[in-house]
């Protein structure tokens, strides 16, 4: 029966917030979440542009490269059921924490690794927090915005993705020509 309950609730707040004119949060909401969207899918990016060099750096084989390829897409479905769970438990705005600190921490530790297995390790950490915040922002960002906008925001807050995914051949280039 609580489960009724609980779900009879939830379709209460949705329609309440669904029946509200404006949108009810600060701008700097959608702006983070653009600024979450922009990294994952530019780190989505780069790592196709980064292993051949982590291939020469590590002295590895493609097939070890592959790995780290590897590794970072099991952490993404990892990471998105894990903290899907915890985003259920605890809320979306945890979560969305939870999924930024572990991107943000493996992502550095990925780029100050000093051997392929910590590399292959990393990879898969930040995989999880990116895995993590892209099913917990498109599940908050649904359920945030008034029906009314929800389309038109979810666009322009998701579009830094396609900017990021974009940006990275032409860095990488300019990186790759400098090193």
Same mark, same amino acid.
């Given at each position: 029966?609580?489960?009724?309950?609980?779900?009879s609730?939830?379709?209460?707040?949705?329609?309440?917030l669904?029946?509200?004119?404006?949108? +009810?949060?600060?701008?700097?909401?959608?702006? #983070?979440?653009?600024?979450?969207? &922009?990294f994952a *899918?530019?780190d989505?990016?780069?790592?196709? &542009?980064?292993? /051949?060099?982590?291939?020469?750096?590590?002295?590895? !084989?493609?097939?070890?490269?592959?790995?780290?390829?590897s590794?970072?897409?099991?952490? *993404?479905?990892?990471g998105? #059921? =894990?903290?899907?769970?915890?985003?259920?438990?605890?809320g979306?705005? /945890?979560?969305?924490?939870?999924?930024?600190?572990? *991107?943000?921490? =493996? !992502?550095?530790?990925?780029a100050? !690794?000093?051997?392929?297995a910590l590399?292959?390790?990393?990879?898969?950490?930040?995989?999880? =927090?990116?895995g993590?915040?892209?099913?917990?922002?498109?599940a *908050?960002? !649904?359920?945030?915005l008034?029906?009314?906008?929800?389309?038109?925001?979810?666009?322009?807050?998701t579009?830094?993705?396609?900017? =990021?995914?974009? #940006? #990275? +051949?032409?860095?990488?280039?300019?990186?790759l020509?400098?090193?």
């Open positions: 029966m609580s489960a009724i309950n609980d779900r609730r939830a379709a209460e707040l949705i329609a309440r669904d029946r509200l004119p404006v949108w +009810p949060h600060s701008n700097w909401v959608l702006a #983070v979440l653009a600024i979450g969207w &922009f *899918y530019f989505i990016g780069n790592i196709a &542009f980064a292993l /051949p060099v982590a291939i020469k750096h590590f002295n590895i !084989s493609p097939t070890v490269g592959a790995s780290v390829i590794a970072g897409l099991v952490g *993404y479905i990892i998105e #059921v =894990g903290v899907s769970l915890l985003s259920e438990w605890r979306r705005r /945890p979560a969305l924490l939870v999924a930024t600190l572990l *991107y943000a921490a =493996g !992502s550095l530790a990925t100050l !690794s000093t051997n392929a590399f292959i390790a990393f990879r898969f950490i930040s995989g999880a =927090g990116i993590a915040f892209i099913g917990v922002a498109s *908050y960002v !649904s359920e945030i008034p029906s009314q906008i929800r389309g038109k925001f979810a666009a322009w807050t579009m830094p993705a396609l900017v =990021g995914n974009g #940006v #990275v +051949p032409f860095l990488a280039l300019a990186i020509a400098i090193g």
